[in-house]
């Protein structure tokens, strides 16, 4: 899984330029520098957003040490993103490199039981929702790197940031669903909902929870 990116057609190692965000796609029109095999827009496209994220962050948070929670969090979840659309598996070691700074952090700024009591909870409430889930359609319904990733993202946002997270993932992963409802049934990949669901939940998710709270006039 480590070690030098290749081409997936020739086997080639990459040049440096090759794997420069963006730049390596445009340098090389697209295709593989050594056999000429095209390369699919959505890598150049998922460049793009983690660039757009990345520069939306430290706009929306500033020089502050909580920008580097928002670039790790955002690294692990797209990364992540990536595998379950490409293959339906999490990749643990991802989220576990991720996790080890995140905890460290929450240390050192005095809320790590905070943190923690978030991703334990988040924990437990997506093995709950995944026997649940097993339980009605006599099928895995949410699958176990699902439940585990919530660890790491427990330690990124608070647990009622997680719950509008999990939210907000189900209702992206709905709307997406519908959409493609003539298309060949397949199995629904949820991480790339769950990234967007944590992103929004962590940048704007108090404002949108003390938004519905007012509505009830809590």
């Not at 090759?18 to 998922?46: M, T």
């Not at 992540?80 to 659309?85: K, R």
């Amino acid at each position: 899984m480590l070690g030098r990116s290749y081409c997936p057609e020739c086997h080639h190692e990459l040049r440096l330029v090759d794997v420069l965000p963006v730049l390596g796609y445009v340098i090389n029109r697209g295709k593989c520098h050594f056999c000429g095999k095209k390369i699919a827009i959505n890598y150049l496209l998922i460049e793009i957003f983690g660039g757009a994220m990345f520069v939306a962050s430290y706009l929306l948070i500033g020089l502050e040490w909580e920008l580097v929670v928002a670039l790790i969090m955002i690294s692990v979840l797209i990364a992540e993103s990536i595998s379950d659309y490409r293959s339906m598996i999490i990749l643990d070691w991802i989220w576990i490199i991720g996790i080890i700074p995140l905890m460290i952090f929450r240390l050192i700024q005095g809320d790590f039981w905070i943190y923690l009591l978030s991703s334990a909870g988040m924990f437990g409430l997506m093995l709950l929702l995944a026997l649940f889930g097993k339980w009605v359609f006599k099928k895995e319904a949410i699958g176990g790197g699902d439940v585990k990733l919530y660890l790491f993202i427990g330690f990124c946002i608070t647990i009622w940031q997680g719950l509008l997270s999990l939210f907000l993932a189900s209702l992206f992963g709905l709307i997406y669903a519908l959409t493609r409802k003539n298309r060949q049934n397949r199995i629904l990949p949820l991480v790339p909902f769950i990234l967007l669901g944590t992103i929004v939940a962590y940048f704007f998710g108090q404002a949108l929870i003390d938004w519905y709270l007012l509505l009830l006039g809590v």
